[in-house]
Nanobody, 123 residues
Framework: QVQLVESGGGLVQAGGSLRLSCAASRRTASSYAMAWFRQAPGKEREFVAAISRSGGSTYYTDSVKGRFTISRGNAKNTCSLQMNSLKPEDTAVYYC????????????????WGQGTQVTVSS
């Protein structure tokens, strides 16, 4: 089984920045499509950003475009989410997801999930 571990969450003031990281426990030559989802209290989990297996294509939900950047590390089993100009409405648990197939923007399209990391943005 592939295990995903997120890190980098924390408390930040509105307008500040955080960088989230995700790493897979199994390192292989093959790459995975990777994505970030988030879930706020009382709300359903929502898509945030995704990156293709090659790293050549990225996708973002409208609410984070221009503020968040998803990228792959030199090792293709790693992924980061740089979050700038954070807003209180960005507060949520952020989850890393991965799949051996193509990128997509729905939960069912990803086979592997991390445990989540808390991001809290104060006003």
């Amino acid at each position: 089984q592939v295990q995903l571990v997120e890190s980098g969450g924390g408390l930040v003031q509105a307008g500040g920045s955080l960088r989230l990281s995700c790493a897979a426990s199994r390192r292989t030559a093959s790459s995975y499509a990777m994505a970030w989802f988030r879930q706020a209290p009382g709300k359903e989990r929502e898509f945030v950003a995704a990156i293709s297996r090659s790293g050549g294509s990225t996708y973002y939900t409208d609410s984070v475009k221009g503020r968040f950047t998803i990228s792959r590390g030199n090792a293709k089993n790693t992924c980061s989410l740089q979050m700038n100009s954070l807003k209180p409405e960005d507060t949520a648990v952020y989850y890393c997801a991965a799949d051996p197939a193509t990128v997509n923007d729905y939960e069912g399209g990803y086979a592997y999930w991390g445990q989540g990391t808390q991001v809290t943005v104060s006003s």
